[in-house]
């Protein structure tokens, strides 16, 4: 059984970078033919794709994120860290860690997610 646990600040200030960790268990971030996402949900709104390293180490980030964002892994800790610099309250949601397939981009395990609040 995979299981994703979030990792971070709950409470960032305006301009600040946002960086939360996402550690894996149950499985290897280097298995073949998967993806490691981000995905947060604003209060109110729908899941938003932020972005995601492969297998591999390869990253992908949807372009609305795309300039200030930054996804990275520590193989040796079977971890996966988001950072999104330059925060403002609209970065304010709930974010959450899931595996994802690559042949069907479905995500299959997901973290319980973590609220983070962008507020001075």
């Known amino acids: 059984q995979v299981q994703l646990q979030e990792s971070g600040p709950g409470l960032v200030k305006p301009s600040q970078t946002l960086s939360l960790t996402c550690t894996v268990s149950g499985g290897s971030i280097t298995t073949n033919s998967y993806y490691w996402s981000w995905i947060r949900q604003p209060p109110g709104e729908g899941l938003e794709w932020v972005g995601a390293?492969?297998?591999?180490?390869?990253?992908y980030y949807s372009p609305s994120f795309k300039s200030r964002t930054s996804i990275s892994r520590d193989t040796s800790k079977n971890q996966f860290t988001l950072q999104l610099s330059s925060v403002t309250p609209e970065d304010t949601a709930v974010y959450y860690c899931?595996?994802?397939?690559?042949?069907?981009?479905?995500?299959?395990?997901w973290g319980q997610g973590t609220q983070v609040t962008v507020s001075s």
């Open positions: 390293i492969t297998y591999s180490g390869s990253t």
């Open positions: 899931a595996r994802c397939i690559q042949s069907s981009d479905r995500c299959d395990y």
